[in-house]
């Protein structure tokens, strides 16, 4: 089985400061690597996804991550921290040719402080 | 408009009394998935189903039962529910495994007392 690591279950960052998630995944071959948000009372919704090709990708709401292979790593990144990005944030990982399955990190709540 | 939508969203039921929660989804999704959320642990994979009546384990079958006689429907079916079945759950789908993303529905908030 795949594993998800997210560093930090809980993230404080002040109105436009810099937000840093980290994420961590356990693959011998190269995953697929998702990023999602979940606001409160609500489902979950994608934020961006790696799949192939270039390893910085860009999402909604002016998220990006970047695929480090060496590092095993997918960090969402966002240069300005907004009061509506305040959230669940999950990373997940799916292999093709290891099963059929996605798998999640445990989450990484964001609070931004006006 | 595409969604994925479950039933009820709020359930408070007892030890023992069997349920069934719908999930439905108009996108012609092939993939179809459910989920528990619980705190500290993120999103744990229950059941899926790769096509209709196909359908295997994920991480924390016991206790679960689902079937997916038509491509749209996936309901999750609790036998016999226990307290420790108290959870927030979310049924998933998308066009496959891997590079897809997947639609979530609104989630279905569980207390079994």
């Known amino acids: 089985a795949q594993s998800v690591t997210q560093l930090g279950s809980h993230v404080s960052v002040s109105e436009g400061a810099l937000v840093l998630l980290r994420c961590n995944y356990s693959?011998?071959?190269?995953?697929?690597l998702f990023w999602y948000v979940q606001y409160p009372n609500q489902g979950l919704q994608l934020l961006l996804k790696y799949t192939t090709g270039a390893t910085l990708v860009k999402g909604i709401n002016g998220f990006e991550a970047e695929f480090k292979k060496s590092e095993t790593s997918f960090h969402l990144t966002k240069p300005s921290a907004h009061m509506s990005d305040a959230a669940e944030y999950f990373c997940?990982?799916?292999?093709?040719?290891?099963?059929?399955?996605?798998?999640f990190g445990t989450g990484t709540s964001l609070t931004v402080i006006p | 408009e595409a969604q994925v939508t479950q039933n009820p969203r709020y359930l408070i039921t007892v030890t023992g009394k069997k349920l069934t929660v719908t999930c439905s989804q108009n996108m012609n999704h092939e993939y179809m998935s459910w989920y528990r959320q619980d705190p500290g642990l993120g999103l744990r994979q229950i059941y899926y189903?790769?096509?209709?009546?196909?359908?295997d384990k994920g991480d924390v079958p016991e206790g679960y039962k689902v079937s997916r006689k038509e491509k749209r429907n996936f309901p999750l079916i609790l036998e016999s529910p226990s307290p420790n079945q108290t959870s927030l759950y979310f049924c998933?789908?998308?066009?496959?495994?891997?590079?897809?993303?997947?639609?979530f529905g609104p989630g279905t908030r569980l207390t079994v007392t």
């Open positions: 998933a789908s998308s066009f496959s495994v891997g590079a897809t993303e997947q639609y």
């Open positions: 189903s790769m096509n209709v009546e196909v359908t």
């Open positions: 997940a990982v799916s292999v093709s040719n290891t099963g059929n399955q996605f798998y």
């Open positions: 693959s011998s071959v190269p995953p697929y």
